[in-house]
Nanobody, 117 residues
Framework: QVQLVESGGGLVQAGGSLRLSCVAS????????MGWYRQAPGKQREWVAS?????????NYADSVKGRFTSTRDNAKNTVSLQMNSRKPEAAAVYYC?????????WGQGTQVTVSS
């Protein structure tokens, strides 16, 4: 069983920065990649970013966040983080950490990010 716990959400001003973290625990040896989705009110959940765990920390980003969001990992702490800079109001959403194990995806409980204009 794998558990993913996010933290770091909250209120941020437009143009500000926020850092989300996700700690993985349990049987995580086969989890790769990990990353983030987000879901805004009334919208579908959308993929935001991913980072590989065993292949040199390769990162990928959605076009909407490229250049503003950065994903990193700390294998010693089983943690992936998402640094979000230059936040736009449309980025307000619940952010979910995920981890893929072959064809199965584990999800965190989500952390709310609110952007004030």
């Amino acid at each position: 069983q794998v558990q993913l716990v996010e933290s770091g959400g909250g209120l941020v001003q437009a143009g500000g920065s926020l850092r989300l973290s996700c700690v993985a625990s349990g049987s995580i040896s086969s989890i790769d990649p990990m990353g983030w989705y987000r879901q805004a009110p009334g919208k579908q959940r959308e993929w935001v970013a991913s980072i590989t765990i065993t292949s040199g920390s390769a990162t990928n980003y959605a076009d909407s966040v490229k250049g503003r969001f950065t994903s990193t990992r700390d294998n010693a702490k089983n943690t992936v983080s998402l640094q979000m800079n230059s936040r736009k109001p449309e980025a307000a959403a619940v952010y979910y950490c995920y981890g893929r194990e072959y064809e199965f995806i584990y999800w965190g409980q989500g952390t709310q990010v609110t952007v004030s204009s």
